[in-house]
């Protein structure tokens, strides 16, 4: 099972589309989710998770890139990460903010590579009688905005080849 630390690396498949995932389809791998709540202000980076916030600041490293990685596209391998810093004191006072869902998915706790899709859910409106809605449908109203693979395989052939395993077990 993957950790988040310095060492953790978010993977992306460059030009994959993102309206291109059914999450149903990897409901059966599906592990967890959080909600954070995410705020951007003049002062900087903040998150809010389970009633505790935290100043966020952004370590940066550069990017790298390995070509024809996966049905011919580009992996782009990002090892930049936030430090948390609790925060114990006020909040900013003006700030926005958006409310993001995180999906996690992999095949069992041996997984070096765990698919992980952010996004928000959309305002529902239920009118009264309706029998019809879906509400325990985790997807229903669902946006995915972002996802990635997160890793911490050591070099390129250990991740193509965890990579490949996860991809074949999630098809």
């Given at each position: 099972m993957?950790?988040?630390s310095s060492k953790t690396k978010k993977l992306y498949l460059d030009d994959y589309p993102i309206s291109n995932l059914n999450l149903e389809r990897f409901d059966p791998f599906f592990k967890s989710f959080k909600n954070d709540i995410m705020l951007v202000s003049s002062q900087g980076l903040f998150s809010i998770r389970n009633s505790k916030v935290a100043s966020l600041k952004s370590v940066?490293?550069?990017l790298r890139f390995v070509d024809d990685f996966f049905e011919g596209r580009r992996l782009i391998i990002d090892e930049s990460y936030f430090e948390e810093e609790r925060v114990f004191s006020q909040l900013p006072f003006s700030?926005?903010?958006v409310n993001r869902m995180t999906f996690t998915y992999y095949v069992d706790d041996s997984s070096k590579v765990h698919l992980?899709?952010?996004g928000v859910y959309t305002p529902v409106f239920?009118?009264?009688?309706?029998?019809?809605?879906e509400l325990k449908n985790k997807y229903r109203n669902f946006k995915p905005t972002n996802f990635y693979f997160l890793?911490?395989?050591r070099d390129e052939m250990e991740l193509r080849d965890e990579f490949l395993l996860s991809m074949?077990?999630?098809a």
């Open positions: 993957v950790k988040m940066d490293k550069p700030f926005d903010y992980v899709v952010e239920i009118q009264v009688g309706d029998t019809n809605v890793t911490n395989c074949l077990a999630l």
